[in-house]
């Protein structure tokens, strides 16, 4: 069959040039027909295949496969082209569609487009506005872009179905410009080197001009894949509102995040409040290379990223890594840059693999389903709060809500959670699981001088928590540095295995209430509950707390306020070991234990110390075996009263039962079915101001008194029951 091309070429917006005698083409005998066009009038060109071009400029309308570029446009005003037919391209420099319209380009594809050569674009699209509608677009050779648009006006949308490449830096989707940017695409894929799937470049400086709400960009693909070095699956950088939804996102070259997102934070600082605004939503994202972060974006707006399930496979792959820039959210103010994150299941493989960080310069609030990191400096959660901008922006800026289910790291230098801000902190967690050395459960902090800047109330913690197991040394439990606001901490059940870890640490200067179930350590140093106060109450509630190591305490709470304690049960093991010490000041102290057992050597059972605040002891049972082990002691270096009570057995094998010593009064009281009992001796008191002791339960020494008193007059009443 004979085949042919016709051109036509128009030298004014008013004459066309008739078609010229055809020009054969040798191509393979399994093409389909060439397209042939012709003048249809004088201001259509009409072609065979189906493609209508209404333009003031030059048409050249190629073959299904031929050695130059397809088709070719250039409009100095509008520009309408429709093509069914499938295109090939097999040279370098010839690309597919090479289109270009001062004002508006409508360009529809419902056919294909391939190119085999470098540098051979499938669509070079170029015009004032922009709607593209592609079907099929495959390049083969290097540079050689899918699709690649430019804007110089705006707005361009762009639909395609399927874009896939293959050489090395050929983008899928090159779309830069001026101007709002609209992409929806059904399948993206490149295979070479610096190859990413969605590339958009908004011009900072025209975006400026055209003002708030002028050059948003929105994106959306069902699936994306890139394989090769560089080859980043969505890389934006705008000057407005982002928005990007993908079904299914997969890169596997190192150096390629899945998304890339950010905004000129100076032009975003210009044209103001919730101009910058960067949303994502992903189904399911994967990375496999190393340096390849799931999302990496860089906010001067509000952030909001939702993904179902994230995984990334490499080293220094973080899983989200979602940042504002401090200077341009000072200057947007209060509630212009908030960010959000929903994940429902995050992994990370490799070492330096953080699952989530985020670093805000403004309210910040996430929701974790199941969150795992597996390498070695790979942190689950983290969450810091720049306190430059913190402050200067004001109270409630930076505060943070934080929920997840379950969180879990099995590295070195891997904490599951870290909180770190200038605001309020509230999370609820569930189940906290880490397995390296120093990897703490959980760690929530303020930077109490900061605060104080803002303002009283300005930054409360509230941590709840359902359960914290640790395995390596250096990994506390759980860690909250509060400033002078209220701190409340809720933990269920607690174990720390290695050394130097603590089961709840809690620090502040303002009131402490700490709620915690079971509370088990095994490691040296490593106390049960440890609280450090100020002047503010401290409130400390228990089940049952167990320490096995040296020098781990069960509770050990230090402060100059009021201090009250209720436990059911404490129990320590290892040498130097209180079971529960409190060192206190003015402040009143009351203790409410049920039983007490310590173990080790130079371990007291209770052990209360003031200066002048008043104590009251009452205790369900004391047992301690260890050498220099007294079974209560409470002495105030002041004047102070103390009151003792015990409903159960007190019991020292070598120390003394009941030891009280103060500048004040005394008073002991023992119950039916409490007997006093100690080595050197039961009850031995030393008051200022007189001492009164009621037994209703025997009282015995096995080495030396039963009764001693010192210091001012004392009564000793023994009623029926006692002895």
Excluded: Y
């Amino acid at each position: 069959m004979n085949r042919s091309l016709a051109r036509a070429a128009l030298f004014s917006s008013a004459t066309w040039l008739l078609p010229v005698a055809p020009a054969a083409f040798l191509i393979p005998s399994t093409a389909e027909a060439q397209t042939v066009c012709s003048a249809a009038s004088l201001t259509t060109l009409g072609c065979l295949s189906g493609v209508t071009t209404t333009a003031t400029g030059t048409v050249h309308a190629g073959t299904t496969i031929v050695t130059g570029p397809g088709l070719t446009a250039s409009s100095a005003t509008d520009f309408i082209a429709n093509d069914t037919g499938q295109m090939t391209t097999t040279g370098d420099n010839e690309p597919g569609s090479l289109l270009t319209a001062v004002d508006n380009l409508i360009f529809t594809l419902n056919g294909s487009i391939t190119t085999l050569g470098a540098n051979s674009p499938g669509a070079n699209l170029t015009g004032g506005s922009l709607t593209i509608d592609l079907g099929d677009v495959t390049t083969q050779g290097v540079n050689a872009n899918g699709v690649q648009v430019l804007s110089t006006s705006g707005p361009a949308s762009i639909t395609v179905n399927d874009v896939q490449t293959q050489g090395d830096g050929s983008n899928a989707l090159l779309i830069t410009g001026v101007g709002d940017i609209n992409l929806q695409a059904n399948a993206i894929s490149t295979n070479g080197i610096n190859a990413a799937a969605i590339d958009i470049q908004s011009n900072p400086a025209a975006c400026v001009l055209l003002g708030a709400g002028g050059c948003d960009v929105t994106a959306a693909a069902e699936n994306v894949t890139t394989n090769g070095f560089g080859g980043i699956g969505a890389l934006i950088a705008a000057a407005g509102d982002t928005t990007v939804n993908i079904g299914v996102l997969q890169t596997n070259g190192d150096q390629a995040a899945g998304l890339s997102l950010s905004v000129d934070p100076t032009v975003c600082a210009i044209l103001g409040q919730g101009a910058c605004d960067t949303a994502f939503n992903v189904g399911s994202l994967t990375t496999n290379g190393a340096n390849s972060p799931g999302a990496l974006v860089r906010g001067a707006g509000d952030i909001d990223a939702t993904v179902g399930v994230l995984q990334t496979n490499g080293d220094n792959a973080i899983g989200l890594d979602l940042a504002s820039d401090p200077t341009a959210c000072i200057i947007l103010g209060a509630g212009a840059c908030q960010t959000s994150f929903t994940v429902g299941q995050l992994t990370t493989q490799g070492a330096g693999a953080t699952g989530a960080l985020i670093r805000a310069a403004g309210p910040t609030s996430g929701d974790v389903g199941v969150l795992q990191t597996n390498g070695n400096n790979a942190a689950g959660i983290v969450v810091q709060g720049d306190p430059t901008a913190c402050v200067i922006v004001g109270v409630g800026v930076c505060d943070v809500g934080l929920t997840a289910n379950q969180v879990t790291t099995r590295g070195d230098q891997a904490a599951a959670v870290i909180v770190d801000t200038v605001g309020d902190i509230t999370t609820n967690l569930g189940a906290i699981n880490t397995s390296g050395d120093n990897s703490p459960g959980v760690t929530l902090a303020v930077n109490p001088t900061a605060c104080l800047a803002i303002g009283p109330g300005s930054c409360i913690i509230n941590d709840q928590t359902g359960s914290v197991q640790t395995g390596g040394n250096n990994s506390p439990g759980t860690v909250v540095n509060g400033g002078s606001d209220a701190v409340t901490v809720d933990v269920g059940t607690t174990n720390t295995s290695g050394g130097n870890s603590p089961g709840v640490v809690v620090t502040g200067t303002g009131p402490i209430d700490v709620t915690a179930n079971n509370t088990t350590t095994h490691g040296d140093n490593s106390a049960g509950i440890d609280i450090t106060g100020g002047g503010g109450p401290v409130t400390l509630t228990c089940d049952t707390v167990e320490t096995f190591g040296i020098n781990s305490p069960g509770v050990d709470v230090s402060s100059h306020g009021a201090i009250t304690v209720g436990c059911n049960s404490v129990t320590t093991h290892g040498a130097d070991s209180n079971g529960i010490q409190i060192a206190g000041d003015t402040g009143p102290v009351a203790v409410n234990v049920g039983k007490v057992v310590t173990q080790g050597p130079d371990s007291n059972g209770i052990d209360v110390a003031t200066t002048t605040g008043n104590q009251t002891i009452v205790a369900a049972g004391v047992n301690v075996s260890g050498a220099g082990s007294d079974a209560i002691n409470a002495a105030a270096s002041g004047c102070a009263n103390i009151s003792i009570t015990a409903t159960g057995p007190i019991v020292s094998a070598a120390g003394t039962a009941i030891q009280a010593n103060t500048l004040c009064g005394v008073t002991v009281l023992t119950q039916p079915g409490a007997p006093a009992q100690g080595a050197t001796a039961g009850i031995d008191v030393t008051s200022g101001t007189g001492a009164t002791i009621t037994l209703n339960d025997s009282v015995r020494a096995t080495n030396g008194t039963a009764i001693n008193v010192d210091g001012a007059a004392a009564v000793v009443n023994v009623n029926p029951k006692g002895s």
